[in-house]
C-alpha cells in the first residue's frame, strides 16, 4: 500500500498536538479534518506509535499506542498475508497468542497460522474488519500450522480450510477433529480471553459434543464468517483508561435458545442494501476518540524490528518511570530514524498529547 502524504496537514497537526486536546476538539472541527477518511490515515502507518502501550476506544471504534508486533515466525505460529501489516497488537495480546501457541502445540496442535490482528496503530482498515481497532482482537486460523515451513509466497495465497457448510451451516464432520476442541478450550482458558467468536455450526458442534467442564463454552460466541478462522479477543488492559470494556458474556453455556436462532432463516437473509457503506468506511477522526489523532501524529519507532515482541518482559514500558516533560528534541530532520536512542517502542512517554518530535507522515 502506497504511503499517504499529508504536506501541510502534518505541520497543523503538531501544532495542535502540543496545544493539547482543547486545540485538538478545534482542529477537528474544520472540515477538512473533520472528513479525512479515518481508514486512509490509520492504514497509511507503517509503524507504530512508540509510547507506552494504551488501547483507546471500542474494538470497532478506536486506536491503540505503543503496539508490538509478532515476528513473522515463532517456534510454534507463522505470520499469514503478512504484506497486510496487521501483526500488530497490544503487548498483551502478542503474549497471549505467543502462549496460545506453545500451549497448544503441547496439546497436540502442531502450531497456529495466525491472520490478521491489528495495523500499527490500530484503527479502522481499509478492507475487512469492522473490530480489530485497538489491538485486542487476533484472528486465528482452524488450519494447523504445516510441517515445513510455510514460503513468503505461500503465506500470501495459501488458503484456509472451510470448516463449515455454506447451506446447512453445520460443521463438516470430516475436517473436525478433537484437536479443533481442545485448541479453542485452551484460548477460552485463559483470563484474558474475554470471547471467541466462531461460526454458529461450530458453536453448535461444540455444544453437541463437549462433556465435563462446559463453563468455558460462555466465552465462545457464534457469529457470522468465522468459518476458516475464530476470532479471540481480550479484555481492556492495565494502563488503558480509555479502553472501553465489552458487555460481559452471559453466564450460561449459549447453546439454547440463542444458538437455535443461528439455524433460522432469519440471519441468514440477503443483505436488503449490501451495497451501503459501512461503518468503517465513513469514519472520521472526529468519530473516533480525540486521542486517536495523537497516536497518528506520535513518533515510530526505528524500525519494524525495534517494535517486535520478543517475549518475556511485561508490556512496554509500563515498569519504566513516567517523566514529568518531555525530554525530548523538538523537531529532528531524518525523521524516526533520527530520533534518539531512547525513543523506540519500549520507551516511556509522558501521556498521548505531549509534544514529540514528529517523524515524516505515513511512516
Ligand atoms: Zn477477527
Redesign the pocket.
Known amino acids: 500500500m502506497k504511503t499517504a502524504t499529508r504536506p501541510s496537514f502534518g505541520r497543523k497537526s503538531l501544532l495542535a498536538t502540543a496545544l493539547g486536546l482543547f486545540a485538538l476538539a478545534g482542529l477537528a472541527g474544520q472540515p477538512a479534518a473533520a472528513e479525512e477518511r479515518a481508514k486512509v490515515l490509520f492504514g497509511a502507518k507503517k509503524l507504530p506509535a512508540a509510547t507506552s502501550s494504551q488501547s483507546i476506544g471500542f474494538y470497532s471504534k478506536g486506536c491503540f499506542a505503543g503496539g508490538v508486533a509478532i515476528p513473522m515466525d515463532g517456534p510454534t505460529w507463522e505470520v499469514m498475508r503478512p504484506s497486510r501489516n496487521r501483526r500488530w497488537g497490544h503487548p498483551a495480546m502478542i503474549a497471549v497468542i505467543e502462549k496460545l501457541s506453545r500451549d497448544a502445540a503441547a496439546d497436540g496442535w502442531p502450531g497456529l497460522l495466525i ?2 490482528i491489528s495495523q500499527p496503530r490500530g484503527g479502522p482498515m481499509m478492507t ?2 469492522a ?2 481497532q485497538i489491538g485486542l ?3 486465528i486460523w482452524l488450519t494447523p500450522m504445516p510441517s515445513s515451513p510455510l514460503s513468503a509466497a505461500q503465506r500470501e495465497t495459501k488458503s484456509a480450510t472451510l470448516m463449515v457448510d455454506e447451506k446447512t451451516h453445520l460443521v463438516k464432520d470430516t475436517l473436525w477433529t478433537p484437536a479443533h476442541t481442545r485448541l479453542l478450550k485452551r484460548a477460552a482458558s485463559y483470563p484474558e480471553v474475554e470471547r471467541i ?1 466462531v461460526n454458529p455450526g461450530i458453536k453448535k458442534k461444540l455444544c453437541d459434543t463437549v462433556k465435563g467442564d462446559r463453563d468455558w463454552l460462555r466465552k465462545i460466541r457464534p457469529f457470522w ?2 468459518d476458516y ?1 475464530f ?1 479471540m479477543r481480550i479484555g481492556c488492559q492495565p494502563g488503558s483508561p480509555n479502553c472501553k470494556a465489552q458487555e460481559a458474556t452471559p453466564p450460561d453455556d449459549g447453546c439454547g435458545k440463542p444458538l437455535a436462532w443461528w439455524f433460522t432463516e432469519e440471519p441468514w437473509r440477503p443483505n436488503k442494501n449490501p451495497d451501503a457503506p459501512k461503518a468503517r468506511d465513513l469514519m472520521t477522526m472526529a468519530n473516533l476518540p480525540k486521542e486517536c489523532r495523537a497516536v497518528l501524529d506520535a513518533p515510530g519507532p526505528a524500525s519494524a524490528e525495534a517494535a517486535t515482541y520478543h517475549g518475556g518482559s511485561v508490556p512496554v514500558a509500563a515498569a519504566m518511570p513516567e517523566p514529568e516533560a518531555p525530554s525530548l528534541p523538538a523537531t529532528t530532520a531524518n525523521g524516526a530514524a533520527g530520533l534518539p536512542s531512547s525513543v523506540n517502542a519500549f520507551t516511556a512517554t509522558p501521556e498521548i498529547g505531549i509534544p514529540l518530535p514528529r517523524p515524516r507522515p505515513g511512516n
Do not use: I
Open positions: 491472520g490478521d475487512g474488519h473490530s480489530h482482537d487476533a484472528d467468536l464468517g468465522h478462522h476470532h
